[in-house]
């Protein structure tokens, strides 16, 4: 017999967004289990350096309707404008809380939270320079997520610490009941029984050869929908951050360029200005990223291979890097051998960030097509952070916005959860042949004897999607990468693990957390095939301009057959009037 | 390179051993994290240890090392004596090979309630801290609770259920040196005991192998020095 545990609410996911949903439930004394591969702290948002964006106006004269106005244009006009709208009202008072729950935010002279610039920001739609991320030094992230993890240690949220979910229980009615999980330390698997189940497992750039994230970066939920029969929405569309050290793939922040920091091609050449002649450094994400690119690809590249570009921040002084930026001179010293208050920092464009995800609302409900519309939601189904598709980011995301999203739609999810399970106050009977398909799934990693290993056939995927589905894209190159990916994939069958302990076994944890990435690759290039156009983080050379004509809409990924569908951008906002989509240059 | 890796599995019958480890790798700009990683896919499937960010943030690969606690994923493999000695961190018990069991750790963490207290009713905005204020906390709310410190630290490995050691006690400190919080008075009640605080004799070894660069025996120092104040 299966243990299993009956709660309110279960949460998959200890990063940002799981642990500010948990907070919600939690206080409002609900029973509310946390489960997290990792302990909750070594999730990925501790990653996170330069900040969390809301338009306090502690530096510079600034409104939340200017950020979001960015944040549409930064989006490519393909972010919902009813979403944006929301992220960005509520992102004063999100931040307010966060520095209320104790979180040590940089303080200006006159005591107020210390904001820094960072790219694709204005004052006056499109104006001045704007200065909007809230900091605490360089390690924002660390921040909100020890604070957060805090916060729920005084509200006694029940954290199961090092357990893996495996897949989503939905009854034949299509409600979700809970999840399947299995405890790492004992290898014995668990149920969770819930009327309300968050995902909150964050992204996927594991796909990736070269990726920013940390290895747990798997996908675990989107794997678990895309089992369920779900879509994925938008899976084209993943930042590659400007700035990685090469090889490593280290973050090294946009706050180093909001602080006054700037890239120099092999020339020593402060090449930006010719690609955004008015933001240079701090152009968008996806701007910057071509930008070096092309200089790499025209033989202005650093280095014996041509295959970086310098960042500088000599200039700052001494002082302000050990006080703004210490993380990074850490990193830098560490990964890249290089101390900035003497030495450029080599960077390359990095796979960084998932735009698309699990498709969400404003509540973070799930939503899919189903009988009357596009966007139905999944009963008893929640999504928050970057896993989630709601869509506040659209084709690009813009620097500080992520923090946000987790802590906005954190909230959000969570208080939508609190009515849901007022109004759904029985459960429903328990799909038992649901849970055994996922036993079924888990008891497939003790079959020995296999001819493929789970390393080698990641480590072709990653291959894959580094060559095929990089800042630039074409018809050709994703066909091929296709094809490849689908050799690779089918020989998953042959695949076997060689270590069958019960106990802490990361063998089949890395299994399992394949079988996640593989079918992410694959949305990510099928998506990336049909959409003819170029927007945002998504360039294809073959059809370089943006085509509002067709392709305003959000692409829906579903695994069976490949399938594809779309829904039409949200261009209302909640209360103001529409951004008009236009041409997007910084 | 050659290894000398801590296994053990509570499967497997016998005791923990020692298990040799020899492949081809480059140690050119790489860590300790990158070869076990190397042994693991493509040597071992069965070594087994925590990891995360790979970037010393996250605090998962806490390791010892030659003898010394460390995170793996900074620690640089060239200028390391071979074979290269890795075993769990100190005095925790052994889930299986290089982890240990944090639930010690983590218990002594939750017991200096590491959450600000400030019963005040919130204001529109932010609370005002000054720059000095606000430079209080630094070289505290960095800590990353790898655990490499208060498993380096004598008077843990005495008294771990009793001595709360230093990651838990420079977490304590971080929140009565934050000036927006008003529970110093409780927070001192709590530490003012012979085992909690005072079994901190002054090593040092927590400062010695910080991986963050933090200093838990000042912050300890600096709770000694609250409480004679209030005696006084």
């Known amino acids: 017999m299966i243990p299993k545990r009956r709660f309110d609410a279960v949460i998959v996911g200890g990063g940002g967004a799981g642990l500010r949903a948990a907070l919600q439930l939690a206080e409002a004394h609900l029973k509310v289990a946390l489960i997290s591969k990792v302990f ?114 005084a509200a006694r949220t029940q954290f199961f610490d090092e357990f893996f979910a495996l897949d989503l229980i939905r009854d034949a009615d299509g409600y979700v009941l809970g999840v399947t999980a299995m405890e790492i330390e004992s290898g014995e698997p668990w149920v969770f029984e819930a009327r309300t189940t968050l995902l909150a497992t964050g992204g996927a750039c594991r796909i990736f050869r070269h990726s920013t994230n940390a290895h747990i970066n798997t996908g675990d939920g989107l794997g678990m929908v895309l089992r369920a029969g779900l879509p994925l929405e938008d899976m084209e569309f993943w930042q590659f ?55 790499i690809r025209a033989g202005r590249g650093c280095g014996v291979h ?59 409900q799930v939503v899919s097509p189903a009988h009357y519309g596009p966007e139905e939601p999944v009963p008893g189904l929640y999504a928050a952070g970057e896993c989630a598709c709601v869509s506040v980011h659209g084709a690009n995301r813009l620097g500080g916005n992520s923090l946000l999203d987790l802590v906005v739609f954190g909230r959000a999810a969570g208080m939508h959860m609190i009515e849901y399970l007022r109004e759904n106050p029985i459960p429903r009977p328990l799909p038992l042949a649901e849970v055994e398909k996922s036993m079924a799934r888990l008891a497939r990693w003790d079959r020995r004897g296999g ?136 | 390179m050659r290894f000398r890796i801590y296994r053990y599995d509570p499967e497997s019958i016998g005791k923990p051993r020692m298990q040799d480890y020899e492949i081809e790798f480059d140690p050119q700009g790489k860590k300790v994290l990158d070869a076990l990683i190397a042994l693991k896919d493509g040597l071992d499937e069965s070594l087994t240890f925590r990891r995360s960010c790979r970037e010393g943030v996250c605090g998962s690969d806490g390791v010892n090392v030659n003898g010394r606690n460390v995170l793996a994923c900074v620690t640089p493999l060239e200028g390391l004596k071979q074979p290269i000695e890795i075993r769990p961190l100190p005095r925790l018990p052994v889930i299986r090979d290089l982890i240990v069991d944090m639930a010690q750790f983590y218990q002594h963490y939750r017991a ?94 927590c400062v010695e192998v910080c991986p963050k660069g933090l200093n838990p025996t000042q912050a300890i120092g600096k709770i000694k020095t609250l409480l004679v104040k209030r005696a006084l």
């Open chain 1, 40 to 153: 909750p702290t070594r999730s990925h948002t501790v990653s996170a350096q330069g900040g969390i964006t809301a338009a306090l106006a502690n530096v510079s004269d600034d409104n939340w309707h200017w950020h979001m106005y960015d944040t549409v244009k930064g989006s490519d006009y393909l972010g919902d404008q009813d979403a944006i709208e929301f992220l960005c009202r509520n992102a004063s008072s999100a931040v307010y809380e966060l520095e209320h729950m104790g979180l040590p935010f940089s303080r200006l002279d006159n005591g107020k939270i210390y904001q820094r610039p960072f790219g694709g920001q204005s004052q006056n739609y499109g104006g001045a320079q704007a200065i909007r991320t809230c900091a605490a030094a360089d390690r924002t992230g660390h921040a909100l997520l020890h604070t957060l993890y805090q916060r729920n240690i």
């Open chain 1, 241 to 295: 951050h400007p700035t990685g050290i090469p090889e490593v793939g280290s973050l090294i922040t946009e706050a180093v360029r909001g602080e006054g920091g700037f890239l120099v091609n092999k020339l020593g050449e402060k090449f930006m200005a010719n690609y955004a002649p008015n933001a240079k450094d701090l152009a968008s994400r996806d701007v910057v990223s071509r930008a070096i690119a092309q200089e």
């Open chain 1, 306 to 364: 041509g295959d970086y570009v310098d960042l500088k921040i000599e200039h700052l002084g001494a002082e302000k890097i050990k006080a703004r930026l210490p993380g990074i001179r850490e990193l830098s010293m560490q990964f890249a051998g290089a101390d900035p208050i003497t030495d450029p920092i080599p960077v390359t464009p990095t796979a960084h960030y998932m735009m698309g995800g699990i498709p969400s609302n404003l509540h973070g």
């Open chain 1, 451 to 586: 001819t493929e290993t789970v390393a080698g056939l990641r480590g072709e995927m990653q291959r894959v999607m580094q060559d095929h589905c990089g800042v630039y894209r074409s018809e050709a190159v994703l066909l091929a990468g296709l094809e490849k990916l689908t050799l690779v994939a089918a020989r998953l069958t042959d695949a076997a693990i060689h270590d069958h302990s019960k106990h802490f076994n990361t063998a089949r944890l890395e299994a399992l957390e394949l079988e996640n990435l593989l079918p992410i690759a694959r949305a990510t290039l099928v998506s990336a095939l049909a959409r003819t156009e170029s927007r945002g983080a998504h360039s294809r050379e073959d059809h370089p301009g943006r085509d509002d004509k067709q392709w305003l809409r959000h692409s829906l990924y579903f695994c069976q057959n490949d399938q594809l569908d779309y829904k039409p951008v949200k261009l209302k906002p909640l209360t103001v009037e529409t951004f008009q989509p236009k041409e997007r240059t910084y």
């Open chain 2, 112 to 205: 200096v309630k590491p959450y600000l207290i400030n019963l005040e009713p919130e204001p529109e905005s932010e609370r005002l801290q000054s720059p000095e204020e606000r430079a209080e906390l630094d070289g505290l709310w960095e800590c990353i609770l790898c655990g490499c410190c208060t498993t380096s630290c004598p008077s843990f490995w005495w008294n771990p259920e009793r001595f709360l050691g230093p990651a838990a006690l420079l977490q304590g400190y971080r929140f009565i040196a934050d000036s927006r919080d008003q529970a110093s008075g409780e927070r001192l009640d709590f530490l003012e005991d012979p085992y909690r605080l005072f079994r901190c004799h002054g090593i040092m070894n």
